[in-house]
């Protein structure tokens, strides 16, 4: 690909007043992406308020379990599902944070707070659409690891065909977590 030719910034006085007009507009309009950060905020606290619900259930049954008082199936993969359903949907909360956060910061301004905190640099490092993509990519690939886990809890295997599958599933999410990891370094 071919570079692209840098020429120097017109000075204020030389520009047109419909360029300079129209610049400031297309350099504004970039703004409109705070509609993704603030829906993508409000769509992490729902998820995150949903998982929480759900921990509040499986407490709910576990004391009803222990009182004797527990109603429906068997309490252990009742219990993992909800958890599990739990983890998976907060981890789609952080993926919307990051989304959120990642695209405040390359489009609109720097978090300040975030600048001074020291978790800050390991999360919310991003400086770029790759950064941004690969911070995501790496989470997603975590919320299908646990889906896969919570929906291969409730199957039942009976055939060795079905247990080689399996096993080739379990294989195939050790493997992107070992390249996931190999990327990072």
């Known amino acids: 690909m071919g570079e692209v030719e840098q020429r120097p910034a017109k000075a204020p006085e030389e520009r047109g007043l419909l360029e300079a007009g129209f610049e400031w ?10 509609l993704a950060v603030v829906f993508g905020v409000i769509g992490g606290i729902l998820f995150a308020v949903v998982a929480s619900a759900d921990v509040i259930k499986a407490l709910k049954g576990t004391v009803a379990y222990f009182g004797g008082n527990f109603e429906g199936g068997e ?23 990051i989304f959120a956060f990642g695209i405040y910061e390359l489009f609109v301004s ?21 950064e941004l993509k690969d911070k995501l990519g790496k989470v997603v690939v975590m ?20 247990m080689l599958f399996l096993a080739l599933s379990i ?8 390249f996931l990891h190999k990327g990072g370094h």
């Open 25 to 34: 507009t297309l350099w504004k309009s970039r703004l409109i992406v705070i």
């Open 110 to 130: 720097r978090i300040d707070d975030a600048e001074s905190s020291e978790t800050s640099s390991k999360i919310l490092a991003i400086h770029s659409l790759d």
């Open 75 to 97: 309490f252990h993969s009742w219990l993992i599902g909800k958890i599990i359903g739990a983890v998976d949907l907060y981890l789609i909360a952080v993926v919307l944070f």
């Open 171 to 178: 294989l195939a999410l050790a493997l992107s977590l070992y």
């Open 143 to 162: 919320v299908l690891i646990v889906t896969f886990f919570k929906k291969v809890i409730h199957m039942h295997f009976d055939t060795p065909v079905q």
